[in-house]
């Protein structure tokens, strides 16, 4: 019946060793070793092709092989009759590892109705579990059970509350009575996180429900933002509806009219912009990490780039009454690369910065990193650490391919050496004297990133500071492609010739400012940039295949 599988599992499988590694898996592994006899070949080739494809230390094609096979043999398994809950949460796990979300989402919501039903029926035991699996998100892999007999059911009701909250994050802000009792019934089991209690205490406020957000608890304790959640706790106290937290009066206004933009434009110390489009789960957090910091003289400046779901109202309502930001709507999807340059284009300030619209920093960001260029005349980039969020993952780790060492005093050793190691671009997201940039032309091209950054350290060196962090959100999949997003057109590929070219006609204005020195011929300067470009990405590509 399914000839077409990959051949049987060698004799001694993967697993007993591999999720040895897994703290969720410790307590269970004795009764999993014990049962090991009976459990299925094509189950046992599944849930190893899975530890292959969720092992970071394995070669990217391999793993994402092992992963379709996984996905694939397990999908066999489901059509055969197998209900086991192992199986449905290691296909959960599969499918959102595919990008196959509303496959994942019918999948846990079965999930939920079946723990529902074991709840209400007030059985005694505990579900079971005598097959090895993984756990549906990747955040209860370190979510340890202590005693199975007693813990098992409410991890695993935690674990399908928690996959249902990040499948779902699309319309907790449209729909958030829906969650809510959820999200209240997930507070009080085993693994819940502060993003659980921050989940709870929006949907709340949003609906007008009280709110007590007391001084010892966890969103104050251990928040990045724990002033602006005791204030949100305080003026819930005497009865502000969640409306009034988020707007004080009314939505903000919207301008439509970049000459009216301009007008309102004075030269600040500081602009941030931030380029929008469709962030509506992550731009509340984006703002609330702006409206917290603590610098004089700044200006936010958000464009929404026509976004078809709520992000627009969402501003609206979290920058009303703070005098800091302005909105701008632009008519059409002009794409995020014109969008990155309107913010820069309109904006007047000494110092000017990007910040994405999923990403988000820490409290005194801005000052600290601006304080840092006023002291030192030889910087032109500051920026904080570099923290990944992942989407779906409460984990935030600090990125280390995102830190360089670009500090060099020779002006061109720092611009070549930018070619040959840029990769992780977080430091594009730097405070920078905005004079830098001011005969820079920008260009739609593949990587248009790397030469605004080549051409910044050309002016100054890099330094990035431990003390704050730039927290740069990162997605498992999204649904337009790079360029897509890039240039809002859909279906486009951008070609990497273009992106050389931009480097050489760039470095050719550079040239004639006269930073590089000893004096070489603009030439034979080119013909070396383009070489190492070359080497860097074709070489690149022939490495990959």
Partial sequence: MHSNRPAMPPADPLWPQALARYPFATALLPVWREHAADLPADYQAALDAALIAFDPERPLDERYRRLIESRDRLAALAADGDAQIATQLLRIRAHRACGEPDTARQLNEALLQRIQAHDASKAQNAPEFDRPFLPALESFDQCAINNPQDDLAGWLTALALDTAAELNASSRHAQPAQHLSRLAQRRKLPCASIERERMLALAALRLGKKVTIKPEAQLVEQSLNAPLWLELGQMNQVSRSAASIGSRSKRATVIYDPERLQSKQRTYKLCVGVPVYNEENYIQETIRSLKIQDIDDVKFLISNNCSTDRTLEIIQDEVAGDERFEIFQQPTNVGGGDNFVFLFENSRSELFMWLGAHDYLSAHYLKTVTDRLDADASLSMVCGYPYAVIDGSEDKKIVESALYNFNQDDALQRYLQSIVRLANCTIFHSVFPRKYLADAEFRKTISWDHVLISRLLSFGKLQQL????????????????????????????????????????????????????????????????????????????QAAH
Avoid: C, H, I, N
């Avoid at 003390?467 to 790079?482: D, I």
């Fill in 466 to 541: 431990e003390e704050v962090r730039y927290y740069r959100r990162y997605f498992r999949s999204r649904k337009e492609t790079q360029d897509e997003r890039f240039t809002g057109e859909q279906g486009l590929m951008l070609d990497r010739r273009d992106f050389y070219q931009y480097y050489l006609d760039d470095l050719s204005k550079l040239y004639k400012s006269r930073l590089f020195k000893p004096k070489r011929p603009l030439k034979a300067l080119q013909s070396q940039v383009k070489d190492l470009l070359k080497r860097r990405w074709e070489g690149q590509a």
